[in-house]
Nanobody, 128 residues
Framework: QVHMVESGGGLVQAGGSLRLSCVPSGRTWSRYAMGWFRQAPGKEREFVAAMTWSGGSTYYADSVKGRFTISRTNAQNTGHLQMNSLKPEDTAVYYC?????????????????????WGQGTQVTVSS
């Protein structure tokens, strides 16, 4: 079983930055892609960003485009989500996820059912 382990969350003022990291633990994971989702209090979980692990393609929700950057460090088998210009509405629990196998469909990156491995989440709180 693969577990995704997130880190880097915390409390930051509006306009500040945070960098989240995600490391797969357990047995070898597929390395097809990695995605980030978030869930704010009282709201459904939503897509934030995703990338293909080998091809370098990246995808972003409109709400974070231009402020967030998803990347990876191959040597450390680690994914990152750099979050700049944070807003109070970015406050949420952020989850890292990876597909069980090769993702399918044109919008696979934003579809939760495409992801089989999930982390426990890390809290990001942005104060105004």
């Amino acid at each position: 079983q693969v577990h995704m382990v997130e880190s880097g969350g915390g409390l930051v003022q509006a306009g500040g930055s945070l960098r989240l990291s995600c490391v797969p633990s357990g047995r070898t994971w597929s390395r097809y892609a990695m995605g980030w989702f978030r869930q704010a209090p009282g709201k459904e979980r939503e897509f934030v960003a995703a990338m293909t692990w080998s091809g370098g393609s990246t995808y972003y929700a409109d709400s974070v485009k231009g402020r967030f950057t998803i990347s990876r460090t191959n040597a450390q088998n680690t994914g990152h989500l750099q979050m700049n210009s944070l807003k109070p509405e970015d406050t949420a629990v952020y989850y890292c996820a990876a597909p069980l196998g090769l993702p399918k469909g044109s919008n696979w990156y934003s579809t939760e059912s495409q992801y089989g491995y999930w982390g426990q989440g890390t809290q990001v709180t942005v104060s105004s």
